[in-house]
Each structure stands twice: as C-alpha cells, then as structure tokens.
T-cell receptor
Framework: GAVVSQHPSRVICKSGTSVKIECRSL??????MFWYRQFPKQSLMLMAT?????????EQGVEKDKFLINHASLTLSTLTVTSAHPEDSSFYIC?????????FGPGTRLLVL | GQQVMQIPQYQHVQEGEDFTTYCNSS?????IQWYKQRPGGHPVFLIQ?????EVKKQKRLTFQFGEAKKNSSLHITATQTTDVGTYFC?????????????FGQGTILTVHP
C-alpha cells in the first residue's frame, strides 16, 4: 500500500513553455501533499505544501506565480512550471502524507532547453 | 529557520565494513525520519523515530534518536553492495510546521565488492 505516482517521468520542453506535473496517491487519500525539487547530488528542497481544497503554502524564495499548485482532489495534486527556463531544469518529486509518514512519488525529470 | 546537518557527505567502504551517518538539527524535533535514495531513484521511507533516546533496528540497520531529540544516527553493520545509495535524514519540527520535513544533505554510500 501507500503508492504514489507521478506523470510524466521525464519531460523536455523549450524555454518559455509551461509544464504540468501530476502527483497521484493511488491507494489512499491525501489531504496534504508536498512538492520538492532536487538538483544533482543535492538534497531535497521543499517547495510548497499542497492542501486539498485550499491554497498551497510556498516556502520562502519559491515564486507562487511561477510554480502553480492545484490540489483539486484527495488523490491528485498538480505542479505547473510556468514560462520554464533552463535554470528550472531539475528533478521534481512529490510526496503524499499518510498519517505521520510521507510517501514519495518516483519523480519527474524536467529539462528545459 | 530549521536546519538539519548531515555528515559525512560521502562514505566509501569495502563490502563487509560498517557504515554510520549522523544527523544534527538546529532545533528540537518532533520526530526524525530516514530515507534511502538509490541512484536515479526517489527517496524510500526507512523508519521514523519519535521518542527521546529511541533505538530501532531493521536487520543490519540501527537507528538512534538522541536524548535531546536534536540528533540521530543510522548505522549499517557489515555493508553489502545492495546498501549503495544516498541516505537522508529528515526532521519534523512539529507544531504549526507538523508534516513539513527538512532534509539533511544526505550521505552518499559507495560499497566496493
């Protein structure tokens, strides 16, 4: 149990385009999901907390207008990287909270050309 | 804000040797969690420690939570090549930040056969 999926697993896009990443909890409902970003050989940095039915809470330094988060249901949160630039290239990972444990999705590798 | 420091950054061992990674938080934690990330993969939950001075074992892995609930360690006895990966600790400050994890920098473990 406690499976989290992400789609797509990899995406390459041109600079200036927007990319949507989906995070789904497959076998449980998650009121809270989290979005992280991980650069190569670095740790996970929390970007925002996604709460079902309410606005996301963004960490300091994360632009909410650039990284749009929607948590429309108890099993789906989406992260949209708007007007992507090469510096947005990274590994984006979501997690879904079940009890006191976070279960991570497989991640999405974004490359912006 | 809360900071979680993890050392060492890298550890190279011969198969059969022991391995330890240490984690220190700048603030008292509600709980601490440990994750393992294989190369190219996503973090996988290993364990959560909640109580002061708690010690938990999972086969060859021993996890400790300090008395002050500010530090933790992961010890692997007789490493195997399957132990290769990055081990992250993640601190949960609790209170209004409950659920938000602050990750340490991770320790990259390499095991030579």
């Amino acid at each position: 149990g406690a499976v989290v999926s992400q789609h797509p697993s990899r995406v390459i896009c041109k600079s200036g385009t927007s990319v949507k990443i989906e995070c789904r909890s497959l076998d449980f409902q998650a009121t809270t999901m989290f979005w992280y970003r991980q650069f190569p050989k670095q740790s996970l940095m929390l970007m925002a907390t996604s709460n079902e039915g309410s606005k996301a809470t963004y960490e300091q330094g994360v632009e909410k207008d650039k990284f749009l988060i929607n948590h429309a249901s108890l099993t789906l949160s989406t992260l949209t990287v708007t007007s992507a630039h090469p510096e947005d290239s990274s590994f984006y990972i979501c997690s879904a909270e079940r009890g006191e444990t976070q279960y991570f999705g497989p991640g999405t590798r974004l490359l912006v050309l | 804000g809360q900071q979680v420091m993890q050392i060492p950054q890298y550890q190279h061992v011969q198969e059969g040797e022991d391995f330890t990674t240490y984690c220190n938080s700048s603030t008292t934690l509600s709980n601490i969690q440990w994750y393992k990330q294989r190369p190219g993969g996503h973090p996988v939950f290993l364990i959560q420690l909640v109580k002061s001075g708690e010690v938990k074992k999972q086969k060859r892995l021993t996890f400790q939570f300090g008395e002050a609930k500010k530090n933790s360690s992961l010890h692997i006895t007789a490493t195997q090549t399957t132990d290769v990966g990055t081990y992250f600790c993640a601190g949960n400050a609790g209170g209004t930040s409950y659920g938000k994890l602050t990750f340490g920098q991770g320790t990259i473990l390499t095991v030579h056969p």
